[in-house]
């Protein structure tokens, strides 16, 4: 796992009001670890970024034209799907926006204490994820190597304490 130094986390900013979009902008050059990969201006064209960039985090107006961030979801792939926060003049769409597992929701003028806020959520959910993923990774290359099921893996490690004691050591017969 790469520190927050070095993991540069992208995004992508979705709001139709030009001054808006440029604002955030602005306010994310101050955290060195977030690159705005895309700015858009509706649904479609944050869908398309979405698939092109597969951003980490994705700035999402809620009241657009044509489509709603929230209509917007629901049509983007879970396969890229970025972490959301939502960044919005209302506050009324706040419970439907944590219903699709936002991480956060600003309401405009953004306050750079909750931003900042919004960020180290951000991350700290990144490190959660890159973790299970490591973990995963690491129990492939045991299944693959003992030709165990990960089920009976699974039992050997919750039952040996002996094992949990050493978690920094794996050994496999050659």
């Known amino acids: 796992m790469k520190n927050n130094e070095t993991m540069k986390l992208k995004a992508v900013i979705v709001d139709d009001e030009e001054l808006a979009r440029k604002g955030l902008a602005m306010r994310l050059e101050s955290f060195n670890d977030i690159e705005v ?8 064209e944050a869908m398309e970024a979405i698939s092109i960039f597969e951003p980490d985090i994705c700035f999402l107006d809620i009241q657009m034209p044509g489509m709603t961030g929230l209509e917007m979801l629901s049509k983007v792939q879970t396969d890229v799907m970025p972490m959301i926060i939502f960044v ?3 506050d009324a769409f706040a419970v439907d926006a944590f219903k699709v597992h936002a991480i956060d929701y600003l309401l405009k003028p953004v306050e750079s204490d909750r931003l900042a806020e919004a960020i180290t959520k951000t991350r700290q959910r990144k490190e959660r994820e890159s973790a299970i993923y490591e973990k995963q990774k690491l129990l492939d290359l045991t299944v693959s190597l003992t030709g165990k099921s990960r089920s009976a893996i699974g039992e050997l490690i919750k039952g040996d304490e002996a094992l949990t004691e050493r978690a920094d050591r794996l050994a496999i017969k050659d």
């Open 37 to 44: 990969v895309k700015e858009a201006k509706n649904a479609k």
């Open 88 to 90: 919005t003049a209302y």
